[in-house]
């Protein structure tokens, strides 16, 4: 049977909004030849699998039959969340190869509006004001926090935290 790959990577590696993730795989070998392909066999994968078998999944083949590649996975429909994604060789034989996972990460849901106080909240004569918010909820961490001044163009602040209490603005 194909060796089972020795590496399996998808792009982008981070949390994403994209609608495509590409998978890439290296080192899918047949037995004995170590050839680099796989005869008339495929590359194979699978997306979530329920089972614990690999053999009960339901393999899906790329269009490869190549030790090393990558094709171009349709994750528009994919919820948000971490998603695995498993690749194996089959051979001419019909001979499969153990299986080897990644994870691809989605997340088109925006963070929630936070919760935001300014002090002083009156009418002041100081020229710096203390910002806090709260209750920013997202499904991985911020990438940063911007703030926008009456209307102004959004300025990136340095943080990324879901919660500051007492930021310095001036």
Wanted: charged share 15%.
């Amino acid at each position: 049977p194909p060796s089972q790959p020795a590496t399996v990577s998808v792009s982008p590696a981070d949390w994403s909004s994209t609608g495509t993730h590409t998978i890439t795989w290296a080192g899918i070998t047949d037995q004995p030849g170590n050839a680099s392909t796989l005869g008339t066999g495929h590359v194979q994968y699978v997306v979530n699998p329920a089972e614990t078998d690999a053999a009960a999944w339901a393999w899906q083949n790329t269009a490869y039959n190549t030790a090393n590649g990558s094709f171009t996975l349709d994750t528009s429909a994919f919820a948000d969340g971490s998603h695995a994604v498993y690749v194996r060789g089959t051979d001419s034989a019909g001979n499969y190869g153990a299986p080897k996972g990644a994870e691809l990460k989605v997340d088109r849901t925006p963070p929630t509006q936070p919760d935001v106080s300014v002090l002083p909240d009156d009418w002041t004569k100081e020229n710096t004001a203390s910002i806090s918010w709260t209750n920013i909820a997202d499904l991985n961490d911020l990438n940063r926090v911007e703030l926008s001044w009456d209307g102004g163009a959004y300025q990136t602040i340095g943080l990324s935290d879901k919660t500051c209490l007492g930021y310095e603005a001036d």
